[in-house]
């Protein structure tokens, strides 16, 4: 009987004891949770020009806390600044885009102060357009007109275009005459089907 009782007790024990280990890692990764939660990225657009000026917005990031952005792809890791949250893990600011970065798919990552990935986005890095450049002999968005007067590159617009069809009456004819022998040889084939069946 009072091994009976022993036995008890001891898993009594261990089984304690075994609760006490497996809340101790709980505890730390609940911890870890509160220290940097899952934050969100926002940007106007996904795709990024060199060398400009971007607005990130952030949301959801530890109260106050510090974060370093970054620009991460398969040529290496660029980083756009430093930023902190404010009371409620928000923050809204401009950061200049590296104009010596490849053009590529690139990860938009915000770091926190250990160095734990907080929030990512995938991005697209473009080339800068080129600039228009005064009237110097250089090549630029101006042109100059064969009269020599100086005439302005044509504005992109919102209107179709309108091209030119083909009008020849023999492929217009041939391909009228093709269709009609589709149709003819359909409606033959379908009324032999029927009759056999």
Wanted: glycine share 10%; with cysteine; aromatic share 4%.
């Amino acid at each position: 009987m009072s091994v009976c009782r022993n036995w008890i007790r001891q898993a009594l024990t261990l089984s304690s004891l075994a609760a006490l280990v497996a809340t101790v890692p709980a505890a730390a990764i609940a911890r870890d949770a509160i220290a940097h939660p899952e934050g969100t990225l926002k940007l106007a657009e996904r795709q990024l020009v060199s060398g400009s000026t971007v607005l990130i917005r952030g949301e959801m990031f530890a109260e106050r806390g510090k974060l370093q952005l970054l620009l991460v792809g398969v040529t290496g890791r660029f980083q756009l600044g430093d930023v902190s949250a404010d009371s409620v893990g928000g923050f809204a600011e401009s950061f200049d885009v590296p104009a010596d970065v490849d053009v590529g798919a690139y990860r938009l990552v915000a770091i926190a102060a250990d160095g734990d990935e907080v929030a990512s986005l995938n991005v697209e890095l473009l080339a800068a357009a080129p600039e228009a450049v005064e009237e110097n002999g250089q090549e630029g968005a101006a042109s100059h007109s064969e009269d020599g007067e100086h005439a302005e590159a044509a504005e992109p617009t919102d209107e179709p275009l309108s091209l030119d069809r083909a009008g020849s009456p023999l492929v217009t004819g041939g391909a009228v005459v093709a269709i009609l022998f589709a149709f003819v040889t359909g409606g033959l084939l379908l009324r032999r089907s029927q009759s056999i069946g």
